[in-house]
């Protein structure tokens, strides 16, 4: 995107963008700078419309968000190329460039041969070359002008499809390092950054966690191997995702363990939305091809939390734990609270 107002303009902008993010304690960070002066200048409604209902909802605009508006609003245009990407399309040009230029020679000799031919025609009766060797002759060079045409319009159209597999790529690689391969879901570091800037907001006491483990996983995979463990992981993350509409947020936690932030909600809020998971997984249903088997033993324990002012991220992720390894040691499969008493582990 590209900025046209002169420095008067330009300054006028950035004095009303700034308390604006100090406001809505947005970090003042390039990308930052250039939402929320974008945000001012009113050049882009739907951009505006967006960051309104985020603030709305959030207090302030989260990490996450704010880079997926930048890429949706602000560089949607541009093709922000990753090393070995750029080099494919690089190379790619330069590919496409010989062929060029070798079309371009033999059309450059193609119309030598036809101006040639022309002149022996214009020539007549005192041409050298009889007329049945003209016509062969241009006939000749007219199909293997046509041919190299041919050949330079399919690499035309392969060039275009190795394009498109360079966007993808690009696209999978900006989200390699978020979300959790196995799940799909967003991964520790994603949740870590939301957390941070979440608590770090005015209207952080509306912030809940819940943590969930899947219960004796272990034991699970022992018995019925890793790749039975990674589809109980799957269909896990499935649900998990259906039931996350937005904010709410839901991450791999790491291992058999999952988590979910939940801005704007109380603790009642959290533990009903636990309770609600629980008995989805428990009624997960698999059945083994090869035995005929199904298994129907899977259950989830779940700690929910519920954040307090001025405490730190590390605290209350480690209230949402203690009440989670309350849940296990109270028999597993089930919902458990932690209330002002419970400390952190």
Not at 232 to 240: A, R
Request: with cysteine; charged share 25%.
């Amino acid at each position: 995107m590209k900025f046209a107002e002169n420095s008067n303009q330009a300054a006028d902008y950035l004095r009303r963008a700034i308390p604006l993010m100090v406001r809505y304690n947005i970090p003042p960070n390039p990308l930052n700078y250039a939402l929320w002066y974008t945000y001012v200048s009113d050049r882009m409604p739907e951009l505006n419309s967006v960051l309104d209902k985020t603030v709305n909802t959030y207090g302030t605009c989260p990490v996450m968000v704010s880079e997926q508006l930048f890429r949706e609003h602000m560089i949607k245009d541009e093709l922000e190329s990753a090393k070995d990407i750029q080099s494919n399309l690089i190379s790619l040009m330069n590919d496409l460039h010989d062929h060029a230029h070798e079309t371009a020679k033999r059309t450059c000799d193609y119309s030598e041969v036809l101006q040639d031919s022309l002149s022996a025609l214009s020539d007549g009766e005192y041409s050298e070359l009889p007329l049945e060797s003209i016509i062969q002759n241009l006939a000749l060079n007219t199909e293997a002008i046509s041919a190299t045409t041919r050949q330079f319009q399919t690499r035309i159209d392969e060039a275009q499809a190795e394009i498109a597999t360079l966007k993808a790529e690009l696209q999978r690689t900006r989200q390699d390092a978020r979300v959790d391969p196995l799940t799909g879901l967003f991964n520790r570091r994603v949740f870590d950054s939301e957390l941070q800037q979440l608590i770090s907001s005015p209207d952080s006491v509306n912030t809940t966690i819940v943590l969930l483990d899947i219960d004796f996983f272990k034991n699970f995979n022992d018995q019925y191997g890793h790749l039975m463990g990674d589809k109980v992981l799957q269909y896990v993350g499935k649900l998990l995702k259906e039931n996350s509409a937005e904010p709410i947020l839901s991450v791999r936690f790491g291992g058999e363990e999952f988590a979910i932030l939940l801005p704007g909600s109380t603790l009642e809020d959290g533990a009903r939305l636990a309770e609600s998971l629980r008995d989805k997984i428990q009624a997960i249903r698999i059945k083994l091809k090869k035995s005929g088997e199904v298994i129907s033993s899977i259950t989830a324990s779940f700690g929910v939390t519920q954040y307090r002012s001025r405490e730190s991220a590390d605290d209350f992720v480690g209230r949402a734990d203690s009440a989670l390894y309350l849940a296990k040691s109270q028999g597993r499969n089930q919902v458990q609270c932690a209330d002002e008493s419970t400390p952190a582990i």
